[in-house]
């Protein structure tokens, strides 16, 4: 796990800098403070910077930029290749020579034997820039289902990329607010890829590649479709479907704890966190460390329950204590983390701190249990969406009428139910639609309010339901799977596989997550839908490992860790100003706060113009 840099370029007047490449390098030292590496060609049209984690090959034979023996080929490379032994095997009989033990020296034969052909044949998290100094041409390439990011930036002469938006932004003009993203953000809480909030950097989607040459940059061009995933079930009995989803999920398991450093792993108490060390532990691995906060606020503390699992499971256990006071007071310090503004992942922020005081660089998370075997509201949420709409409107002539109705309702007083009643009034009758009527935070009408009028293009371009098409067509995947398919592209990919990446890193810890795997989805994906989701929820998750995660976690209400936002601002624990920018409209950002204030609007909807406001620098 590492930081990449670099700068590309493709037309005659683009020339890099050493200050550039270490400017864009070393503002992510956090993300590898153990090396640091850096290449410029000697035309000093291509640069490449790396800063290091390292976690696997510790030697200085793992140090990169690295290249081939030829001198050919030099790679930078951020992630984890979990089957890259069974690779190496397979390069070595081709003839190939490896110079180390690493997983970046099998991505760079890799590529030298298959070519792009080599994106399909890796199974982990990653995202690198391979340069061909014969071709003169560089590839930039992210892993299928984009738990590693990356971000780029083109000024018409070069092409400058890194893993994190504000590491780009210390180095150059990253243009005004993305009016587009902004709007999204407003809607969704988060901005989906490719957009950033900045205008001129950009987001590479998950499973795509770029290529840069000399004279142009192509791409980006998509390598793996996520709806190809879904679509594929056999037929199994319920039997069978258990041994399936059991042996796919031990095998995911065992593949995330290659290293050569201890792989410990969160524990929360919840069942996705503890089936995985349930896993772990079955694979034999030793002495699993695990670690939770202990708050110091009875209502908020799971530690008792993660306590029972590590005593289930045998694991060297470790509990941080943590005053809920200081996570509020360092609150502008973890949002400050999330590199983009997101209303999630603070949480993160402070258990990777934590695993980190408990000697961890590596620790393993249980998110994606949840989009894989059906553990959020909206499994059952969505479909009733679409059955509701459907009763409105059993012909298409109707829905102008619903349309009215809706835009009656966002003339109304700000209310959550309101918001979603108008959502679901409008878009309910398609997959993306409902999706949207569970999941958006505001309505595209009330983030119309917030913003300046000049801005109305930019809320109709990020129109939710139509966005969400764009990116997934979820009418391609079979109607039982379509809201695993949703939720894995939009709440997955956009917030919680971002946010991990950028708060960890943040602590120098690698976070590694079983459940989302390609290899694993397309296995899990055999298992008939059916089977897979029967409820209770989570069931198949909860019953993989031997024994089971205890019935006192599994029949509990689904918590996570949450804090306590809405007291905090309504007693002035946590401020409440409210971001100040030209285009959007202090007078209504102020009727969010007041409507927050009455009772009639959730803290989310204070809580994203918060966060908003760190990023308006």
Same mark, same amino acid.
């Given at each position: 796990?590492?930081?990449?840099?670099g700068v590309l370029g493709y037309r005659?007047?683009?020339?890099?800098?050493?200050?550039?490449?270490?400017?864009?390098?070393?503002?992510?030292?956090?993300?590898?403070?153990?090396?640091?590496?850096?290449?410029?060609?000697?035309?000093?049209?291509?640069?490449?910077?790396?800063?290091?984690?390292?976690?696997?090959?510790?030697?200085?034979?793992?140090?990169?930029?690295?290249?081939?023996?030829?001198?050919?080929?030099?790679?930078?490379?951020?992630?984890?290749?979990?089957?890259?032994?069974?690779?190496?095997?397979?390069?070595? #009989?081709?003839?190939?020579?490896?110079?180390?033990?690493?997983?970046?020296?099998?991505?760079?034969?890799?590529?030298?034997?298959?070519?792009?052909?080599?994106?399909?044949?890796?199974?982990?998290?990653?995202?690198?820039?391979?340069?061909?100094?014969?071709?003169?041409?560089?590839?930039?390439?992210?892993?299928?289902?984009?738990?590693?990011?990356?971000?780029?930036?083109?000024?018409?002469?070069?092409?400058?990329?890194?893993?994190?938006?504000?590491?780009?932004?210390?180095?150059?003009? $990253?243009?005004?607010?993305?009016?587009?993203?902004?709007?999204?953000?407003?809607?969704?809480?988060?901005?989906?890829?490719?957009?950033?909030?900045?205008?001129?950097?950009?987001?590479?989607?998950?499973?795509?590649?770029?290529?840069?040459?000399?004279?142009?940059?192509?791409?980006?061009? $998509?390598?793996?479709?996520?709806?190809?995933?879904?679509?594929?079930?056999?037929?199994?009995?319920?039997?069978?479907?258990?041994?399936?989803?059991?042996?796919?999920?031990?095998?995911?398991?065992?593949?995330?704890?290659?290293?050569?450093?201890?792989?410990?792993?969160?524990?929360?108490?919840?069942?996705?966190?503890?089936?995985?060390?349930?896993?772990?532990?079955?694979?034999?691995?030793?002495?699993?460390?695990?670690?939770?906060?202990?708050?110091?606020?009875?209502?908020?503390?799971?530690?008792?329950?993660?306590?029972?699992?590590?005593?289930?499971?045998?694991?060297?256990?470790?509990?941080?204590?943590?005053?809920?006071?200081?996570?509020? #007071?360092?609150?502008?310090?973890?949002?400050?983390?999330?590199?983009?503004?997101?209303?999630?992942?603070?949480?993160?922020?402070?258990?990777?701190?934590?695993?980190?005081?408990?000697?961890?660089?590596?620790?393993?998370?249980?998110?994606?249990?949840?989009?894989?075997?059906?553990?959020?509201?909206?499994?059952?949420?969505?479909?009733?969406?679409?059955?509701?709409?459907?009763?409105?409107?059993?012909?298409?002539?109707?829905?102008?009428?619903?349309?009215?109705?809706?835009?009656?309702?966002?003339?109304?007083?700000?209310?959550?139910?309101?918001?979603?009643?108008?959502?679901?009034?409008?878009?309910?009758?398609?997959?993306?639609?409902?999706?949207?009527?569970?999941?958006?935070?505001?309505?595209?009408?009330?983030?119309?309010?917030?913003?300046?009028?000049?801005?109305?293009?930019?809320?109709?371009?990020?129109?939710?339901?139509?966005?969400?098409?764009?990116?997934?067509?979820?009418?391609?995947?079979?109607?039982?799977?379509?809201?695993?398919?949703?939720?894995?592209?939009?709440?997955?990919?956009?917030?919680?596989?971002?946010?991990?990446?950028?708060?960890?890193?943040?602590?120098s810890l690698e976070v590694r997550t079983?459940?989302?795997?390609?290899?694993?989805?397309?296995?899990?994906?055999?298992?008939?839908?059916?089977?897979?989701?029967?409820?209770?929820?989570?069931?198949?998750?909860?019953?993989?490992?031997?024994?089971?995660?205890?019935?006192?976690?599994?029949?509990?209400?689904?918590?996570?860790?949450?804090?306590?936002?809405?007291?905090?601002?309504?007693?002035?624990?946590?401020?409440?100003?409210?971001?100040?920018?030209?285009?959007?409209?202090?007078?209504?950002?102020? $009727?969010?706060?007041?409507?927050?204030?009455?009772?009639?609007?959730?803290?989310?909807?204070?809580?994203?113009?918060?966060?908003?406001?760190?990023?308006?620098?």
């Amino acid at each position: 796990m590492c930081g990449i840099a670099g700068v590309l370029g493709y037309r005659e007047a683009g020339r890099t800098e050493d200050r550039e490449i270490l400017g864009l390098r070393d503002a992510m030292e956090h993300r590898g403070p153990d090396d640091a590496g850096l290449w410029i060609s000697d035309d000093s049209r291509t640069g490449l910077g790396h800063r290091r984690l390292s976690i696997i090959d510790l030697s200085e034979s793992g140090q990169q930029p690295m290249t081939d023996a030829s001198g050919r080929w030099r790679l930078v490379f951020n992630g984890e290749i979990y089957n890259f032994h069974d690779l190496r095997r397979e390069l070595e #009989e081709a003839g190939y020579e490896f110079h180390s033990t690493s997983d970046t020296e099998v991505v760079l034969h890799g590529f030298r034997a298959w070519g792009v052909g080599v994106l399909d044949r890796l199974r982990g998290m990653f995202a690198f820039a391979l340069h061909d100094s014969e071709k003169r041409e560089t590839l930039l390439a992210r892993d299928p289902l984009g738990i590693k990011p990356l971000y780029v930036l083109d000024d018409g002469k070069r092409l400058l990329f890194a893993s994190e938006v504000q590491a780009l932004r210390s180095v150059c003009d $990253a243009g005004d607010l993305d009016p587009e993203a902004l709007a999204s953000y407003l809607l969704w809480g988060s901005i989906a890829p490719p957009r950033t909030l900045y205008t001129r950097i950009r987001a590479l989607p998950a499973g795509s590649w770029l290529r840069v040459s000399d004279d142009r940059v192509e791409g980006p061009t $998509a390598y793996f479709a996520l709806e190809d995933c879904f679509g594929r079930s056999e037929d199994m009995d319920e039997e069978e479907s258990a041994e399936a989803l059991r042996n796919a999920l031990i095998d995911s398991t065992r593949h995330h704890l290659v290293s050569d450093v201890p792989v410990g792993a969160f524990l929360s108490g919840g069942v996705d966190s503890s089936a995985l060390v349930g896993l772990m532990t079955a694979g034999g691995t030793a002495s699993v460390r695990t670690v939770t906060l202990a708050l110091d606020d009875a209502s908020l503390d799971e530690s008792a329950l993660a306590r029972q699992a590590a005593q289930q499971y045998g694991t060297d256990h470790r509990e941080i204590p943590i005053r809920i006071d200081e996570i509020r #007071e360092r609150m502008p310090q973890a949002v400050r983390a999330l590199d983009q503004p997101s209303v999630d992942g603070v949480n993160t922020y402070f258990v990777s701190e934590a695993a980190v005081r408990a000697g961890l660089k590596v620790a393993v998370s249980g998110v994606g249990g949840d989009e894989l075997f059906g553990g959020y509201g909206t499994f059952s949420s969505i479909p009733r969406i679409n059955r509701i709409h459907r009763w409105l409107c059993p012909v298409p002539p109707f829905q102008p009428l619903l349309d009215g109705a809706s835009a009656l309702i966002d003339t109304l007083p700000r209310s959550s139910r309101a918001s979603r009643l108008s959502l679901m009034l409008r878009y309910g009758g398609s997959p993306t639609g409902a999706y949207t009527a569970a999941r958006a935070i505001q309505t595209p009408s009330e983030v119309r309010t917030l913003l300046s009028p000049q801005l109305a293009d930019a809320v109709e371009a990020a129109d939710p339901a139509r966005e969400l098409t764009a990116r997934l067509a979820a009418n391609a995947v079979p109607e039982p799977e379509r809201v695993s398919a949703l939720e894995f592209r939009q709440y997955l990919q956009t917030q919680l596989l971002r946010d991990t990446d950028a708060v960890s890193m943040r602590h120098s810890l690698e976070v590694r997550t079983p459940l989302v795997d390609r290899d694993l989805l397309l296995a899990v994906a055999r298992v008939p839908a059916h089977h897979r989701l029967a409820g209770p929820a989570k069931r198949r998750l909860r019953e993989a490992p031997s024994p089971p995660v205890p019935e006192t976690l599994w029949n509990r209400q689904k918590q996570g860790f949450t804090l306590p936002f809405d007291a905090w601002f309504r007693n002035g624990g946590l401020p409440d100003e409210l971001p100040e920018h030209p285009w959007l409209r202090g007078d209504s950002l102020r $009727a969010v706060r007041n409507g927050f204030r009455a009772g009639h609007l959730h803290f989310s909807r204070l809580w994203l113009l918060t966060v908003l406001r760190e990023f308006l620098d």
